[in-house]
């Protein structure tokens, strides 16, 4: 079946600096990748998505480039602010969308100042 | 946005006991989920729905069922509330990006 791994638990950060989180899948199937936000006692958020292979999509900062060669869908910022702080999320599409989402564990990013 | 909601936020329920959490979009989603996220686990799929009438398993739909009696509602019942079925539990709906709903802390004692 369809897998997704985030690899950091936990990434612990100062204000500034950029941040990469790593997210790879496993499907037989053409996928469509997700990044979900979810700050502290709140509902996940769509961060980015793609299906486009090799383009790179962008919203609030961040960005992420899906490789169908790697399987990857990394998600980066440039410089971390404060507010960035929250339970990040990779999320796959794979078969059929209608049949939900595949998540990984999750990453929880700390910024400090 | 869409616009998911969820009743209650919070609920106390005792073993054996029977709980309903209820979900209402009113975006006119055909596709809606029941998530529950713990700690270690992330967010995994209990039951979906295509449209009213219709409910399909997830990936961890023992001790569960779900109703879709409309286009707007989807219900999560635990019939027999046991411990382990202590956790968060999310609404979500969509085609292809989901919308989730804030969340119902279920704690079973």
């Known amino acids: 079946g369809d897998s997704v791994t985030q690899t950091e638990g936990l990434v612990t950060l100062t204000k500034g600096l950029p941040v990469m989180l790593n997210c790879t899948y496993q499907t037989t199937y053409s996928p469509f990748l997700f990044w979900y936000v979810q700050h502290l006692n709140e509902a996940p958020k769509l961060l980015l998505k793609?299906?486009?292979?090799?383009k790179r999509t962008e919203h609030q900062g961040f960005y992420a480039t899906l490789h169908k060669s790697s399987s990857s869908f990394h998600l980066q910022k440039s410089s971390v602010q404060l507010s960035d702080s929250a339970l990040y999320f990779c999320a796959l599409s794979g078969n059929n969308y209608a049949q939900g989402l595949t998540f990984g564990l999750g990453t929880r990013v700390s910024v400090f100042p | 946005e869409a616009a998911v909601t969820q009743s209650p936020r919070n609920k106390v329920a005792v073993t054996g006991g029977k709980v309903t959490l209820s979900c209402n979009q009113t975006?006119?989603?055909?596709?809606m989920y029941w998530y529950r996220q713990d700690t270690g686990h992330g967010l995994r799929l209990i039951h979906y729905s295509y449209g009213a009438g219709s409910t399909e398993k997830g990936d961890i739909p023992d001790g569960y069922k779900a109703s879709r009696p409309s286009q707007e509602n989807f219900s999560l019942i635990l019939e027999l509330a046991t411990p382990s079925q202590t956790s968060v539990y999310f609404c979500a709906s969509g085609e292809y990006e989901q919308y989730f709903g804030p969340g119902t802390r279920l704690t079973v004692l």
């Open positions: 793609s299906s486009t292979d090799n």
């Open positions: 975006n006119n989603h055909n596709n």
